[in-house]
Structure formats: C-alpha cells, structure tokens
C-alpha cells in the first residue's frame, strides 16, 4: 500500500496557534482544519461584540487556514449539510465564547 501524503500548512492570515498543535492537517486529500476561536489576527485577543462577533471571527480564521490547505469553504459544504457535532464545555481558552472546527476535502466535489 501506498503511503498517504501528510502536511501541516500554516499561514500568518489566521492566529498564531495557541497550544501543540497545528493550524490544520492534511492527509492525502483530507483536511482537519483544528478548532478556531474568534481571534483577531493582528492583536491575538477575541473580537468584541459577543458570541456573533466571535464565530463570523472564527470563520474568517477558517477560510484563511482552507486557503492555505488548497481550500475553500465550497470543500467544506456541498449541497448536503455537513456532518457535524456539538460539545458543551466547562470553558474554552482565552474566555472564548464559540470555537469551529472543519474538515474538507481538496479537490473538487460532485454530490450524487
């Protein structure tokens, strides 16, 4: 068998990482973008204006990491909702109030 290819791509667009991890993944043709708070770039501190202001934030942080993966949210979404979870957690870092994670594919996309 064939060995899967693995990068980590990192772009100074999206927030610094925070802990030992990666901004993002990518494995083949698969991309594990980590969990993004709603961090400005420029000041490393969450944007004001509330758990709204924080997850259009996260998304920003998200679609710059996708590019840099050879991305775009149209890797993430097809015309099916997505898979998805959702956790309750005691807290998350920084006082953040919502913190999105992704994964996409690179390449293009065909729903049947």
Known sequence: MAALRRQTPYTPTA?????????AVVVDRTVYVSGQLGLD????????????AQAKQALINMGEI????GCTYNNVFSR???ARA???VAALPRGG????????????????
Do not use: H, T, W
């Not at 927030?15 to 901004?23: A, E, L, N, T």
């Not at 770039?41 to 709204?52: F, N, P, R, W």
């Not at 996708?66 to 993966?69: D, N």
């Not at 109030?97 to 049947?112: K, Q, R, Y």
């Open 97 to 112: 109030l919502v913190e999105i994670e992704a994964v996409a594919v690179v390449g293009p996309l065909s729903d049947p």
């Open 86 to 88: 959702a956790y309750q």
């Open 41 to 52: 770039v420029a000041s490393g501190q969450l944007v004001d204006g509330g758990v709204q």
């Open 15 to 23: 927030p610094v990482r925070q802990g030992i991890y990666s901004q």
């Open 66 to 69: 996708l590019k840099a993966a």
């Open 80 to 82: 099916d909702f997505p």
